[in-house]
């Protein structure tokens, strides 16, 4: 049996709505103000509330404002009960998280048909809820694994974008090419990250390229699966929207940088990035990636990124072997960027 919490100070209303919903089968929870109400809706966590507006010692605005910050009680549903000349501040209700409204008098049915919608509703959410996956990790567990090999792409420019893609293992690249068929790398992507979710997020065709920097391993995860990750739990959302507020302002300083910044700058700055993500900043970390992708990373010639890698090893700040760069002078390098 449904338990439905029906705050109203009007003792002849209260009654009224009580009987009303055991008739129908429902359990009436009765509260006669504000307080009483949140007390009893901490304790009992109702189905479903029905409140008046107007009351005393703490108005039903109140009543929906301390409940939506517990967690307990945050996500009942939650039907105001309005008088005529009360209905312009229904607006104020409806922002603050209310589902619905009936404006006084009402019909009986009228009462039945808002709470079976909104039931109905809630239940509908919860089991969407349930179907999605709880943890990140459990859509990977249920992802299918691709193997790339090296210099293999993973997707085309204007290719459709139907899966998020999360690296197990390699390094991938993500470049756009102009008309002339020059690269630009926007980023690199090492084990443990995702790539490919912002064509997701706007349901567009894919805007860039992604090909495997060496043999990588690569779990293709199902855009519905992902959408029903983030859409359905709030902390999820939160922390996706965070990671793609990052990966917007890094690309937009990028940009600028390409702009204002020498390439000694810019230089400098892309194998302290590199460093960072390849050995969490080490002092004497390595750095690998060939001549080729590290000069359209930094979006320069070749030959200049050649000269420029060889006037920091003659200055000391770098050594370079067999294709890797390795800081030998973490400080020098740091003061290039500014």
């Known amino acids: 049996m449904k338990k439905i919490l029906l705050i109203e100070d009007n003792p002849e209303m209260l009654e009224n709505l009580s009987e009303i919903l055991d008739l129908a089968g429902y359990e009436a929870i009765q509260a006669v103000n504000g307080k009483e109400g949140v007390t009893k809706a901490k304790a ?11 009351m005393p010692e703490l108005d039903g605005f109140g009543v929906l404002n301390i409940l939506s910050k517990d967690e307990t009680t945050r996500n009942i549903p939650f039907i105001f009960l309005t008088a005529k000349t009360e209905k312009i501040d229904l607006r104020k209700g409806m922002s603050m998280g209310a589902d619905d409204y009936l404006t006084k008098p009402f019909e009986d049915t009228e009462l039945l048909e808002a709470i079976e919608v909104r039931l109905r509703k809630y239940e509908d959410k919860n089991v969407l809820n349930q179907k999605a996956a709880k943890t990140f990790e459990e859509i990977i567990a249920d992802s299918r694994l691709f193997k790339f090999k090296k210099k293999e792409f993973i997707y085309k420019e204007y290719a459709q974008s139907d899966y998020l893609y999360y690296l197990n293992s390699g390094k991938v690249k993500i470049y756009k090419s102009n008309d002339l068929g020059k690269e630009l790398i926007t980023d690199v992507h090492i084990e443990k990250e995702i790539f490919g979710y912002s064509n997701i997020i706007d349901n567009s065709n894919h805007t860039d390229n992604a090909v495997a920097m060496e043999n990588s391993e690569v779990y293709l995860i199902e855009k519905s699966k992902f959408l029903e990750f983030i859409l359905w739990n709030k902390n999820n959302s939160s922390e996706f929207l965070s990671l793609l507020t990052a990966n917007l302002k890094e690309k937009e300083a990028k940009l600028v940088n390409l ?33 080729e992708d590290f000069a359209n990373l930094v979006g320069t010639a070749t030959e200049t990124l050649i000269r420029t890698l060889s006037d920091f090893h003659d200055e000391g700040i770098i050594e370079t072997m067999s294709g890797k760069i390795k800081i030998k002078d973490l400080t020098k390098l740091e003061k290039m960027r500014n």
Do not use: C, H, T, W
């Open 44 to 54: 009992f966590l109702p189905d479903l509330i029905v409140s008046d507006i107007m």
């Open 259 to 291: 702009a204002y910044s020498s390439v000694r700058k810019r230089v400098a700055e892309q194998i302290r990035k590199l460093n960072l993500k390849f050995n969490d900043g080490k002092p004497n970390g390595e750095v690998a990636l060939s001549r």
